[in-house]
């Protein structure tokens, strides 16, 4: 049901995983020039290659012999044709599987716009302006979290973060906290909407009624997109982020608002080959460190039924390392399985002094004493 996946994959399965990156052990004699063994790539698979799936086509969703859950892999020549190939050269692998949520995140802050008073479009947030993150605080509204502060671009005066989960903003604020934003002149606001009586009026009251200039929904969820609608000021941009599955999904939007006040909504579904040389180098710069998205590691063997059960297991991203084997598992539970396992020993010794987060360091531990 998928617009990226063919209909014969029960006869002619594909390899899932489209968020990776690993090292090139051989080239064949066309691309010899430009890449050789030894290079570390990450992979842009939105390549919209006409001749598959009518340009939808995506490693991870539609090929044989290319996706991220393997040992070893084919990259097709469309791959290199489409400069969805890159170099990728930042010591530790895994902010290279996060690049491509990060690529996302970086195209949709650059898809919204502002018409101002002369109807040209202004490409980006508003600077300083009041920035809504609504459903902010799971995986990918923490790279959200962490572009909008760190981003070399445009960055916003006030920042607001909504979700419905204690534990889930919590953590966030641990990360991102309120007082490191003040030091980079930013107003960081944590709201659990699920608390307050009338939470409209909670928001539209952090902007001293005024409404927001961007508000990004992360959730397809109709009250999310309804709530949005209600708290955009004028000549705001509603930027609708999250992919809802069901192509009947709807949600009611102020017209009036839209009309009299300047609003727009704008929608984009992944990032192109720039977006992730942006938010690559974003990375390797330190400018933005979005491994707070990570909050599971685990071998290959743990990939499929981690797929498969991936909305009843909490948390953000799980990173999956193809070349070892190990069971899928929580970093905040590595304390309590160094018991049984003195690997999860180290390994939480390391992420504690990491405010619990994955690491270079943590990474090369594992690499070192799980390879065989």
Known sequence: ??????????????????????????VGPKWKNNFKAGDKFAIQPNIKWPGTMGGLGAPGYSYPYIGGDAVNIIIPNEVMEQNCLLEY????????????PMSCIVAAFKASFHIEDNYIHHMGIKEGGNLAILAGAGAMGLGAIDYALHNDDKR???????????????RAEDIYSVKDARNIGI???????????????????????????DVFLYAPVRQVVEQGSKILGFDGCLNFFAGPTDNQFSGTIN?????????????????????????????????????????????????????????EIPGGKKLIYTNIDLELTALEDFEKKSDKNPLFQTLSEIIRKNKGLWSKEAEEYLLENTRS
């Open 1 to 26: 049901e998928h617009k990226r996946v063919p209909d014969d994959i029960a006869g002619n399965p594909i390899i899932i995983g489209h968020e990776f990156c690993g090292e090139i052990l051989k």
């Open 156 to 170: 916003p005066e006030r920042l607001v973060v909504t979700d419905v989960d204690d534990e889930r903003l919590s």
């Open 255 to 311: 017209f009036y608002n839209v009309h009299y006040l300047s609003q727009h909504v704008v929608g984009t579904s992944g990032g192109n080959t720039q977006d992730m040389l942006d938010a690559m180098k974003l990375m390797n710069d330190g400018r933005i460190n979005p491994v707070a998205m990570i909050t599971h590691v685990g071998g290959l063997n743990a990939a499929a039924e981690a797929t498969i059960n991936l909305p």
């Open 89 to 100: 050269s930042n010591p530790a692998f895994f902010y290279g599987s996060i690049a491509e």
């Open 187 to 213: 107003e960081l606001i944590y709201v659990n909407t699920a608390d307050q009586s009338e939470p409209d009026a909670h928001l539209m009251s952090l902007t001293d009624g005024k409404g927001y200039d």
